[in-house]
């Protein structure tokens, strides 16, 4: 009986493989090759490279959004405070490989958001489950009277969001956190209740 390939490993392989090259910066072959699959067994589970890329899009989404909300759920500082520690942790798991990748969302949406409908829509859909899920911890700071109350939860957390994902923009290209220490500095002061 032939070894049976795993989805999850393939879809977890798929991450590695796009966040550091894009969509166009790999071909099928190269996923092939490193999930370690033939070809006839990556289209059992994948119709197309649009719909694998669809679908580590939404894994990763799914894992990205539970592990936002277990952060929050284990963090025992304000809400203010489990904030900026969360953006850091951003920021510290992007120095690990020296700044050279950023988020898979954020690179398929830089690459191909404009032009494969497809795979904009999944990039929107996995950004805004999670800036609902930050939402709800700058509404707790709202609340504690910590984060500034004259823009909703929701257009703040739309704001850092914009905010980090454009500085991993930058960062890619200095290879550097400068511009991440920039936007966390101005972005903390910003929403921080005065």
């Not at 690990?96 to 949406?109: A, E, K, P, Q």
Request: with cysteine.
């Amino acid at each position: 009986m032939g070894y049976k390939h795993n989805k999850e490993d393939i879809l977890e392989t798929g991450f590695h493989v796009l966040r550091k090259n894009g969509y166009h910066g790999v071909g099928i072959n190269e996923i092939l090759k490193e999930a370690g699959i033939p070809k006839g067994s990556f289209y059992n589970f994948f119709d197309s490279k649009e719909d694998f890329a669809k679908q580590v899009m939404e894994h990763h989404g799914t894992d990205q959004g539970n592990w936002i909300v277990q952060f929050f759920e284990q963090a025992n500082e304000t809400p203010l405070t489990n904030l900026k520690a969360f953006y850091k942790t951003l920021i510290a798991i992007n120095e690990t490989d020296g700044y050279s990748s950023g988020c898979l969302i954020n690179v398929m949406s830089n690459e191909v958001g404009r032009t494969n409908d497809t795979l904009a829509v999944c990039a929107n859909d996995c950004f805004l489950g999670w800036i609902n899920i930050i939402s709800r911890e700058i509404e707790k700071g709202q609340e504690s009277g910590e984060i500034r109350k004259d823009f909703s939860a929701l257009e703040i957390a739309e704001y850092l969001h914009s905010g980090i994902y454009g500085a991993f923009s930058r960062m890619k290209v200095t290879r550097s956190r400068v511009y991440l220490d920039i936007w966390w500095d101005m972005s903390f002061t910003f929403i921080q209740e005065s």
